[in-house]
């Protein structure tokens, strides 16, 4: 090589590394939090922020938001300590994963901070005796019922199945209950607990008891009786999806549906007036639980690596774990607030209070370490739906697949007790 | 042209392409390294060295040429496998993700646990005798002290100054930290453990509160294992990535840390029951769908082939029909025939009359499969037919002829032999594309239909690459090791059906 083209290589190293000194990515600064969140918490969050900004001194909070939820929980999956966030806006089924594989931390809160929650919501959060965040807001469903069709609230199941057959021909009915928010599984919880089907049981002590799961006959009988048409093919009266049902009932063609608190200004918008319930159950006064849950801001294991671990913590009681912050927040997002302080706050809509009063009613606490669980075969996502695909469409029988469902249910819970 | 490439301003087109990829590619170096991927920086690094010396001296004329494919392959061909193949010999899953180091920090940070009454206090954070210290409230008792990690200094109410909340916010000789000094002081005082009393301390929760603490769980670096200091339980490497008790492998730490388990992944695919017994009818179906697939396409993009090749009217407009199905995205043709094939609402049930759940029966989920796989195929091999028939000498089919071959013999003894041969290695390629035709089976049918309640961990239509996404990130638990063990098994299962084919239809040797 000669010296000129030696000098020319030089002057190429030179510039390539300042001008790559200009666009290399900055790493997080120090005094940035920063939090990940789905598409309809992340704009919210960031309107939040930025009405009050400074609920922890001297940092900059970033907000991050990816298109869906599913998208979120990708991202986290894959986070790196220098990609990773610091705080994630996630469910709570994320917990028992996240610790187990090292991207979640532990919070501590003071009596007074944990008096802001119910223990239920704090459990939902919590893996093996660690807290791993704040809950933020309550996740559950409710069922609606079009005052068109049906005059009062029905108070058994099988009122719900005569409203539907009486009116089915007359008002071109294409379903009698469906699911519109919280697909076949999550949604549906409800109605597996009102026909007799409970993920897990619990004693008068409201303590788990394991080894025990639903009888599979009972309720393999009651779909039988309700949902079947000389117990074979379906009356019609439940889909096995939840395909069209939003536009179904908005539409008048659908008498009941359970829909998730996340979406009723749809219905509000419509001329829906928020009369939830519970689904009613066999016999009257015995409702279905849905699944109530929180979601949470959860602490990272990243926070500690950027240096942001204590400035996190502090967001996490001052803002999210608030009641000031709550208020703000769910004033623009709109669910039910977990911190009692908000879910009292006169700000908070009828329609959160509604769902909020449904779950009183009647709810399951949503315990990850069982629902996800397979080693029954199926964990509770795959197999709920699945069984509304075996008799509803592959008219299978209801009995017979009841019980089977029933083990899946007792083996994954057995499992899970390690997890908790 | 020529001086184009050797004058002055290619040479200064040259400098700006290079001076272009190297900064792009230093700043990469620079954020693989500050994100510890050492690994990724150092081939960055080299990389730009190699362009470096390839491009602006004369070393290696091929080289020029050679360069960017052999970077982009050793970047996202081998480095993969190696690195499939490396993790088919670690228990890395869900629970064992990280490294050893980092889990045994994590373990530790974790190992603590509040006094029984749950004790918090009210604190300033800031400095004492030239240390950090904090500041702590106790408003119930009416205590005030300040602690470092050493020390524990009462103090007198009447010293300090005291808010409305009963919360000191000045002592004497203490200096708290100005909000505006948190961020930088974050990862001090974070870390630190702040005397309490016996073996309690005060932990940071956020800035304004800390929490009393002790630590149970103690790593004892000489003997690798860590003790339960109240229980007195040891917990022991456990050679699979987790410390667990001895004898009670049960009872084991989380998180843990992805360890080798050389064979174990493997053998797991014949040994356990729940992966052995679905494996066997996947691969089975795998090599159906991947020989019906093959055949079909080549069938049908045969005749059509053979069709056109004769002057027709509207030959090419024909032409030009057949090959929209091609040129079409296929994720968007998959989803189009997925609602096509709906039970309530698709075109499929609607023109034949029926109410068929085609992707709820078994064998309706396969034969939408295949038929979906035609339509997204043909046009493929209706090309490579067409070209390869033009290469096929006339002279030959004119001989036959004038020898009497009816149209019938002359495409079987001539005509197919000789495009089989010509043909052999795309067909032997198509296979091996359809046997890991994942978009396709995941968009379509998900694998289904699942007998869920049957306990059946794979589908009806899961073929080898979409159960092995299943095992990797179909639950809540990810088993990455076991899922590089199946690809590897798919790698080897591909490439000896590959090179058994090339052998057998002697195409190897007619190209040497």
């Keep these: 090589m000669t010296k000129k083209r030696l000098g020319v290589v030089g002057v190429i190293a030179a510039a390539t590394m300042a001008f790559s000194a200009l666009v290399v990515p900055s790493a997080y600064a120090n005094n940035e939090i920063v939090v990940w969140a789905d598409g309809d918490r992340g704009p919210n969050l960031v309107k939040v922020l930025a009405e009050k900004g400074d609920w922890v001194s001297g940092y900059k909070i970033t907000v991050k938001s990816f298109s869906n ?62 807290l791993y965040g704040v809950p933020v807001d309550v996740n559950n469903v409710a069922m609606i019922y079009n005052t068109d069709i049906v005059k009062t609230a029905p108070k058994t199941f099988a009122e719900m199945v005569a409203v539907y057959k009486a009116n089915k021909t007359s008002k071109s009915l294409k379903a009698g209950l469906c699911v519109a928010g919280g697909g076949m599984s999550w949604g549906a919880h409800s109605i597996f607990s009102a026909l007799g089907a409970d993920a897990y049981q619990f004693n008068s002590r409201d303590q788990i008891v394991y080894g025990r799961s639903f009888n599979g006959t009972t309720f393999g009988k009651n779909v039988r009786t309700l949902l079947l048409d000389g117990g074979k093919k379906s009356n019609g009266f439940l889909p096995a999806s939840d395909a069209g049902c939003k536009d179904n009932f908005i539409d008048g063609k659908v008498p009941y549906a359970i829909i998730g608190n996340w979406e009723w200004k749809d219905y509000v918008a419509k001329g829906f007036t928020m009369n939830l319930m519970p689904v009613p159950g066999v016999v009257a006064n015995k409702p279905g639980k849905m699944f109530g849950s929180v979601s949470g801001a959860l602490l990272t294991t990243f926070a500690a690596k950027h240096g942001v671990e204590a400035g996190a913590k502090s967001l996490l009681t001052n803002f999210f774990g608030s009641t000031d912050g709550q208020v703000r927040y769910q004033k623009i997002e709109g669910r039910p607030p977990a911190e009692k302080g908000a879910a009292l706050d006169a700000t908070v809509s009828a329609a959160q209070r509604g769902f909020g009063a449904a779950a009183s009613l009647s709810s399951l606490p949503q315990i990850g370490a069982f629902l996800n669980n397979n080693a029954g075969g199926a964990n509770y996502w795959d197999s709920a739906p699945a069984y509304w695909t075996a008799v509803l469409v592959d008219g299978k029988d209801p009995v017979t697949e009841g019980n089977k469902l029933a083990a899946i249910w007792r083996a994954n819970t057995t499992a899970g007790k390690s997890d908790l | 042209m020529t001086s184009f490439f050797r004058g002055k301003v290619s040479f200064a087109f040259k400098l700006v392409v290079l ?163 948190f961020a930088t002081a974050d990862e001090t005082y974070s870390g630190k453990r702040f005397k309490y009393q016996d073996e309690f301390f005060i932990a940071l929760e956020g800035f304004e509160v800390g929490i009393v603490s002790r630590q149970v769980l103690a790593y004892d670096v000489d003997k690798d294992q860590f003790n339960n200091i109240v229980s007195g339980e040891v917990y022991v490497d456990n050679g699979r990535g987790n410390y667990a008790i001895a004898d009670n492998p049960d009872l084991y730490l989380e998180p843990g840390w992805r360890a080798p388990v050389w064979f ?58 057949l090959i929209l199905p091609y040129a079409m995205p296929s994720i968007m043709s998959i989803l189009i025939w997925g609602g096509m094939f709906n039970t309530e609402f698709g075109a499929i049930n609607n023109l034949l009359g029926t109410d068929i759940a085609w992707f709820q029966s078994a064998l309706f989920a396969k034969f939408a499969i295949i038929l979906v796989n035609l339509w997204l195929g043909f046009p493929y091999f209706y090309l490579v037919s067409s070209g390869a028939l033009q290469a096929i000498p006339s002279e030959l089919l004119e001989a036959a002829a004038i020898d009497g071959a009816n149209p019938r013999q002359i495409f079987r003894r001539i005509t197919l032999p000789l495009l089989l041969q010509i043909l052999s290695p795309l067909l032997i390629a198509s296979f091996a594309f359809n046997f890991n035709n994942f978009n396709l089976i995941y968009l379509l049918t998900g694998g289904g239909p699942r007998a869920e309640l049957d306990g059946e961990l794979a589908g009806a239509t899961d073929i080898l690459i979409s159960f092995t996404y299943k095992i990797a990130f179909g639950s809540s638990v990810q088993d990455l090791g076991l899922a590089s063990a199946i690809s590897l098994v798919i790698f080897l299962l591909i490439a000896s059906i590959s090179l058994y084919g090339l052998r057998k239809s002697k195409v190897l040797e007619s190209f040497q």
């Design chain 1, 69 to 130: 939820f599913d998208a979120l929980k990708e991202a986290f999956d894959k986070a790196t300590d220098a990609s990773g966030p610091d705080i994630v806006m996630g469910a709570n089924d994320w917990v028992p994963t996240g610790a187990k594989s090292g991207k979640l931390a532990p919070v501590t809160l003071t009596a007074a901070q944990k008096a802001r929650f119910t223990p239920g919501q704090l459990f939902d959060l919590t893996y093996k005796g660690k």
């Design chain 2, 19 to 181: 001076l272009l990829i190297g900064s792009v590619l230093v700043t990469l170096t620079q954020s693989a390294f500050a994100q510890g991927e050492f690994l990724i920086a150092a081939f960055l690094a080299i990389t730009v060295l190699l362009l470096a010396i390839t491009y602006l001296t004369k070393v290696s004329i091929p080289l020029k040429f050679f360069l960017p494919g052999i970077l982009l392959l050793v970047a996202f061909v081998l480095s993969p496998i190696i690195f499939t193949v490396t993790m088919s010999g670690y228990n890395y899953k869900t629970g064992n993700i990280i490294s050893k180091d980092e889990a045994i920090e994590q373990i530790q940070n974790r190992g603590f646990e509040s006094d029984a009454d749950g004790t918090s206090f009210d604190i300033k954070i800031g400095r004492y005798q030239m240390g950090e210290a904090i500041l702590v409230s106790d408003s119930i008792n009416g205590a005030y002290f300040i602690s470092t990690e050493t020390n524990r200094v009462p103090l007198n109410p009447a010293d300090l100054t005291i808010n409305e909340f009963g919360v000191a916010e000045s002592a004497p000789d203490f200096e708290a930290l100005a909000d505006d000094e």
């Design chain 2, 264 to 321: 174990e992944n493997y053998t797991k695919l014949f040994t356990e029951e729940r992966l052995r017994g679905p494996l066997i009818s996947v691969f089975t179906w795998t090599v159906i769908f991947a020989s019906l697939s093959v055949i079909t396409t080549f069938a049908l993009g045969l005749l059509l082939a053979l069709a056109l090749n004769k002057p027709i009217r509207g030959r090419r407009v024909y032409r030009s029909i």
